[in-house]
Structure formats: structure tokens, C-alpha cells
């Protein structure tokens, strides 16, 4: 079976701080497709990076940065100088064959 | 623009009656599905089609049941609403299959009282 844990259910962080979510997953799947949305209060899904299994590059995009490592089967998502528009909930999601499967997600609230 | 729309946004219902939730997307996309969200269990996969005339059943799928007629439209019924179903429905579409990046719909939030 597929699971993605996010075990951080709330983070709060002062604004310009560097901030880091925590996704795991579960599969045993060899080819598999990992993503991070972003969920902002208006309450619309935002996609954010999608990475195959076969690609452990790390990669950065503006103040966003994606670690992931097959070997602790994890897909961390770093923002750098937190913003107040990055307060969001975020989800760390896993597809794998035919199944799709969303972690419950991190809210993240960063303060002025 | 293409878009992907749900209707209605907001639903208030009562138990045992059936609902219809409108999904339709204009990006001429093979894939669409539908999630339900929440709390502490994030998104879960209701069902989905990869073209039309298929359907297939995800990870809650009990109670729910969806049809593919046009390339556009998804719509999931209700057959009989439940206070279980209570939540904000999520309706995403791709272009090839559930490996490719999923566009989400706005949501429509469900009550059944």
C-alpha cells in the first residue's frame, strides 16, 4: 500500500526565516511520481513540483527548494526567507501505478 | 482561457437525498478525478476516468458514482448523501494519466445535515 506521511500537522515561523516541511512516503512501486501543492487560504490547489523516482536531483526555484532522498524514502520542501503570502497548507502527495495518495498536509502560518 | 470549473461552490443538503456535483474543464484533458478533502486525511481519490466511457474507482469510492459521456464533464453523484460526506469536494484533470501534473478545480464545499 502507498502512504505519504507529513508529520508536521502546524508550523509557525517569523517572517524571513527559513523553513523546512517534512514529506515520507510509502511504496513499493519502483516508478513512482512525487508532488508538493500548495493549498493558500482562498482554498484553491496549487501545483508546485512534480519529480519521478528515477530523478534525485535536487531542485530549486526562486526561494523553493525540493530535497529528495530514495533512501529515507523522503521529499522535503524547503522555503528560504519566508514570506506572509507562504501561509498555506501544503501537501506533500505520491502516485504510484493507478493510485494517487495525498499526505494530510502542513499549515503553515509565517508572521509579520 | 482554459479553465477547469466545479458547481455548484456551495451545497447544503439533507441526508438521503442524492446530490450531483458539476465538473467541467475546457483543456480537452483525457484524465479527470475526483478527490474529497478532509481534515487530517488530506485528499482522497473518489474516482476517476482516463477517457470517455471509463471509470474507474479510487480509495473511497462507496456512496459515490461518477459517468463519463464528453471529454469535459465529469460529474459525481450522491446517490444518497450521508453526514459522512460532509466535506469540500476537489475535482483535477491532466493530460495523460495520473503520473502528469493534476490542475484543480476551485472546490465545492458539501453539507449534509
Known amino acids: 500500500a502507498q502512504k505519504v506521511t507529513q508529520a508536521q500537522t502546524e508550523i509557525s515561523v517569523v517572517e524571513k526565516e527559513d523553513v523546512t516541511l517534512d514529506c515520507v512516503y510509502e511504496t513499493r512501486d519502483t516508478t513512482y511520481y512525487l508532488f508538493w501543492y500548495k493549498q493558500p487560504p482562498s482554498g484553491e490547489l496549487v501545483f508546485l513540483i512534480r519529480?519521478?523516482?528515477?530523478?534525485?536531483q535536487n531542485e530549486i526555484s526562486g526561494r523553493y527548494s525540493w530535497n529528495f532522498q530514495k533512501s529515507t524514502s523522503s521529499f522535503n520542501f524547503t522555503i528560504t526567507a519566508s514570506q506572509v503570502v507562504d501561509s498555506a497548507v501544503y501537501f506533500c502527495?505520491?502516485?504510484?501505478?493507478?493510485?494517487?495518495?495525498f499526505g494530510p498536509g502542513t499549515r503553515l502560518s509565517v508572521l509579520p | 482561457d482554459a479553465e477547469i470549473t466545479q458547481s455548484p461552490r456551495h451545497k447544503i443538503t439533507e441526508t438521503g437525498r442524492q446530490v450531483t456535483l458539476a465538473c467541467h474543464q475546457t483543456?480537452?484533458?483525457?484524465?479527470m478525478f475526483w478527490y474529497r478533502q478532509d481534515l487530517g486525511h488530506g485528499l482522497r481519490l473518489i474516482h476517476y476516468?482516463?477517457?470517455?466511457?471509463?471509470?474507474n474507482k479510487g480509495e473511497v469510492s462507496d456512496g459515490y458514482s461518477v459517468s463519463r459521456s464528453n471529454t469535459e464533464d465529469l460529474p459525481l453523484t450522491l446517490e444518497s448523501a450521508a453526514s459522512s460526506q460532509t466535506s469540500v469536494y476537489f475535482c483535477?484533470?491532466?493530460?495523460?494519466?495520473?503520473?502528469?501534473?493534476?490542475?484543480f478545480g476551485p472546490g465545492t464545499r458539501l453539507t449534509v445535515l
Open positions: 483543456w480537452n484533458h483525457n484524465n
Open positions: 502527495a505520491l502516485e504510484g501505478g493507478q493510485n494517487f495518495v
Open positions: 483535477a484533470s491532466s493530460v495523460e494519466k495520473s503520473t502528469d501534473t493534476q490542475y
Open positions: 476516468s482516463y477517457g470517455v466511457q471509463d471509470t
Open positions: 519529480r519521478n523516482s528515477f530523478d534525485e
